[in-house]
């Protein structure tokens, strides 16, 4: 729990936050941080503990490690520790008048819009959905081959997730031109483009074209069903119903960002996760065969796949956890420091930008036992490491600006894993790859491939 500040705490001149050893003249720790951002920040921890200063070129950062730090973090007011001010460079991508573009009461309103996507009806339709397409996915690879296993999980997240939280009629268009265009946006979260949003590279262009291609798409398909009456149960046309507090309609690029905002929340770390997971379980075959038993057991008798079948399937989620802790898809959390934080006997000036890292959290050895290894049963009774403290597991985040679809992408990571270790025998086809830090949804470098066959048992589900 957060510590209070006590009359000790009151009077003590408050110190500042110690700085990661190895900084440079003008650029700071930032080729450090380029090469291998986890290893850094790790190194400052274990120098100077929960609170550790560095630079990137001229910007401060201040990292927050362990769950104690934490809470304090993620509790703290949005008028303290703003998200707004860092996630600018999301702008171009989801759009004005959404997200990050508008003030926190209309963002409010908007992730308002999305309860009705994750109810438990809309779930349980969503998981037959999620049993479909990795079922098709699973037809089109045929009974043996190789395949590049992060261009595969994204392909087949993309059109999950299209399908699920927009509509099937740019579903129907992943194949023609929505996937590419959309590949082209999830370029645009980058590095550079933290930093310098509107810069003219190639990576930006692209991505500013995909969007108008997309907001082109999508206002097609929104004038089609005005047209023609069409009223189909999703979240397009939730949103294209819906109205805010004071009565106003949302327009089509309200609708249009919206839609990208929820699309690459249940998409884009979905696929990049559902790839890590993969690749721990095809380094743990006992474990491996557990799922495979767990899935055995709760489909035999009615070889149907639903939400309270996925729900029952805790050695599988387990898996899913481990996944999340070992190799969370956003390495850093980024909130700027709107007025001064102290924390415990350190202040933390107005101006920083306060970072909290999974990557390095999830590895602590006094919260994790051996961190490094990939140990689902570390989430079973009676060890429940996560359940120690309620921010030992951040690879969704935390406090207000916690992920909302957590409980959808379980669920489609769980649906896809089944479907793939019931109709194949896996093995890798490459080493093990390191973790590529030159994007901002941190997967695994190239190349990444995994050599299939199709299983002799016959499948669970009819």
């Known amino acids: 729990m957060r510590k209070p500040l006590n009359n000790e705490d009151t009077l003590q001149e408050p110190k500042t936050v110690p700085e990661i050893s190895g900084g440079w003249p003008l650029i700071g720790h930032l080729l450090d941080f380029q090469k291998d951002p986890v290893s850094m920040l790790s190194r400052g921890w274990r120098e100077k503990g929960e609170l550790v200063r560095f630079r990137l070129g001229p910007r401060e950062f201040v990292l927050f490690t362990g769950p104690e730090a934490h809470d304090f973090y993620f509790r703290a007011p949005e008028d303290q520790l703003n998200a707004k001010a860092v996630y600018q460079f999301t702008v171009?991508?989801?759009?004005?008048?959404?997200?990050?573009?508008?003030?926190?009461?209309?963002?409010?309103?908007?992730?308002?819009?999305?309860?009705?996507?994750?109810?438990?009806?809309?779930?349980?339709r969503f998981v037959r959905i999620m049993f479909e397409e990795a079922s098709e996915f699973a037809d089109t690879l045929g009974k043996d081959g190789v395949v590049d296993l992060p261009h595969a999980m994204n392909e087949l997240t993309v059109k999950i997730a299209s399908r699920c939280l927009i509509g099937q009629e740019v579903r129907d268009q992943v194949d023609s031109g929505f996937a590419e265009a959309y590949h082209d946006l999830q370029k645009g979260i980058n590095t550079l483009g933290f930093f310098l949003p509107r810069l003219p590279v190639t990576a930006h262009r692209s991505r500013d074209q995909a969007r108008r291609k997309v907001a082109q798409l999508f206002s097609r398909i929104?004038?089609?069903?005005?047209?023609?009456?069409?009223?189909?149960?999703?979240?397009?046309?939730?949103?294209m119903q819906a109205r805010y507090k004071d009565g106003r309609v949302l327009d089509d690029e309200e609708i249009t960002g919206i839609l990208l905002t929820v699309l690459f929340a249940g998409q884009h770390t979905s696929a990049v996760l559902a790839t890590w997971i993969g690749l721990e379980l095809l380094r743990a075959p006992s474990y491996l065969e557990r799922i495979r038993d767990e899935a055995q057991d709760?489909?035999?008798?009615?070889?149907?796949?639903?939400?309270?079948?996925?729900?029952?399937?805790?050695?599988?989620?387990?898996?899913?956890?481990?996944?999340?802790?070992?190799h969370p898809p956003l390495i850093v959390l980024i909130r700027k420091v709107l007025k001064p934080m102290r924390y415990k006997d350190h202040i933390v000036p107005a101006g920083t930008l306060a970072m909290v890292s999974p990557a390095v959290s999830h590895r602590l050895p006094h919260v994790f036992s051996d961190p490094e290894q990939f140990h689902p049963e570390r989430f079973s009774p009676p060890a429940s490491e996560d359940k120690q403290h309620h921010y030992a597991l951040i690879g969704f985040g935390g406090g207000r600006h916690r992920c909302m679809g957590k409980n959808f992408a379980y669920l489609q990571l769980k649906a896809i894993w089944t479907v793939l270790l019931d109709r194949f025998d896996l093995c890798l086809d490459t080493a093990f790859p390191t973790p590529d830090y030159g994007s901002w949804v941190t997967g695994p470098r190239a190349p990444c491939r995994i050599r299939y066959r199709l299983r002799s048992q016959a499948s669970i589900f009819r």
């Open 222 to 239: 929104m004038a089609e069903r005005r047209l023609g009456g069409i009223q189909p149960d999703d979240f397009m046309q939730t949103l």
């Open 92 to 124: 171009p991508i989801f759009g004005r008048g959404v997200a990050y573009d508008v003030s926190p009461e209309i963002m409010t309103e908007q992730l308002g819009f999305l309860f009705p996507a994750l109810r438990e009806t809309a779930m349980r």
């Open 298 to 326: 709760t489909y035999r008798e009615t070889g149907i796949m639903e939400l309270s079948g996925l729900k029952q399937q805790v050695v599988l989620e387990r898996a899913v956890r481990e996944g999340e802790r070992l």
